[in-house]
């Protein structure tokens, strides 16, 4: 059973991203919304977190929330995806479950 | 595909209040039926109103009034917790002597009975707070 991970805290302020890479399992995916959307970024000092998520789960970021902090140029990492709203519900179709990391 | 949402945040808060409400809104837009909103913990406060915010900033108690009237929509308040937050009801300000209550219109006072019904009922549940 595939669930679909979202966290919506900076890496930078909470542990919750961290939680999740580790206890998640291959093939899950992994949502960054709200300030979760800092860990997004190409050559953040904690992107090794995502980089590690990448190998067996996917790993999606929340286009408005990174328009709404002025990142919507800014670089990803490799192998994220951008999705919206309607993404983001489609996701919570396509996994079995979702588990929100608060 | 049925939703159940759980709100455990405060509006104006941090931004739980308007994830939630935007991602109710693209669902209910793609055809998805959401079989309660459950509002929890400090999400109580979504329901008053007696909120006053600045005009250029966004109502979000307005918001959910407006999206629930618009699709028939179960606001559901947990009743201990909007208690213990002065969230009250007709019924409630009444049993509590209150002068006052000031839940809005389409929201109503539940228990956590009505969460767990809607997660046995739902395909989905779908978390939102701090």
């Known amino acids: 059973m595939a669930i679909l991970h979202t966290v919506n ?30 860990a997004a970024l190409a050559g953040g000092a904690k992107a090794e977190l995502v980089k590690a998520a990448l190998a067996d789960r996917k790993v999606f970021v929340l286009e408005p929330d990174l328009k709404a902090r002025g990142l919507a140029d800014q670089a990803l990492i490799e192998g994220v995806e951008s999705v919206d709203f309607d ?8 996994y079995d479950q979702v588990n929100a990391w608060l | 595909m049925k939703y159940a949402i ?3 945040e405060g509006p104006y ?3 739980a209040s308007d994830t939630a409400y935007n991602f109710c ?8 039926e959401i079989i309660r909103v459950f509002f929890y913990h400090d999400g109580v406060n979504n329901a008053t109103r ?5 005009q250029d900033d966004r109502n979000i108690t307005e918001k959910w009034v407006a999206l629930g009237k618009e699709h028939d929509l179960d606001l559901s308040v947990c009743v201990a917790a909007a208690q213990r937050r002065g969230l009250l009801d007709e019924g409630e ?15 109503h006072i539940t228990g ?6 809607a997660c046995i009922q739902a395909d989905r549940l779908v978390e939102f707070g701090d």
């Open chain 2, 25 to 32: 809104k693209a669902a209910l837009d793609k055809g998805h």
């Open chain 2, 112 to 117: 956590l009975g009505q969460l767990v019904e």
């Open chain 2, 13 to 15: 808060n941090h931004q």
């Open chain 1, 9 to 38: 805290k900076s890496p930078y302020e909470k542990t919750s991203l961290e939680s999740c890479v580790q206890r998640s399992d291959a093939g899950a995916a992994i949502l960054l919304i709200e300030d979760g959307v800092y």
């Open chain 1, 87 to 94: 993404g983001f519900v489609d996701l919570t179709t396509q």
């Open chain 2, 6 to 8: 759980m709100i455990n």
């Open chain 2, 93 to 107: 300000a009444q049993r509590w002597g209150k002068d006052v209550n000031n839940i809005a219109e389409v929201f």
């Open chain 2, 50 to 54: 007696l909120g006053v915010p600045p």
